[in-house]
């Protein structure tokens, strides 16, 4: 094989592993929004869930599309802003409630 074509295996293998990251990720944001709506539990702005799976689908980005590490930031960001806004219900009002821990493997 010469150099050109050892560069463009290389660059599909990442192309690959990185478009792989951003599928999980996006499969984990779902399953995150699902798991908080079930429970009753706030899932943080609708325009956060919905902005980052059209960032992962539409072909406009900041970084083009064989690099999916902007992908991979956006939908990080999303999963994170949604874990962040976990409250539990209190009986004194809408905001006093206790914040949940992390999720754990075991749970």
Known sequence: MDSTATWLVIGAVVAAVLLAVAVGLLVRLV?????????????GPRWVFW?????????TD?????????DIAVLLLALRSMR???VLPDS?????????P????ES
């Open 102 to 105: 992390p999720k754990t493997k």
């Open 92 to 100: 004194t009002g809408p905001r006093s409630g206790h914040v949940l």
């Open 84 to 86: 962040a806004g976990r």
């Open 51 to 59: 902005g980052a799976v059209a960032y992962l689908v539409l072909p």
């Open 31 to 43: 399953r995150a929004r699902r798991d908080l709506r079930r429970a009753g539990l706030p899932t």
């Open 62 to 70: 900041l970084l083009p599309d064989p690099v999916y590490l902007d």
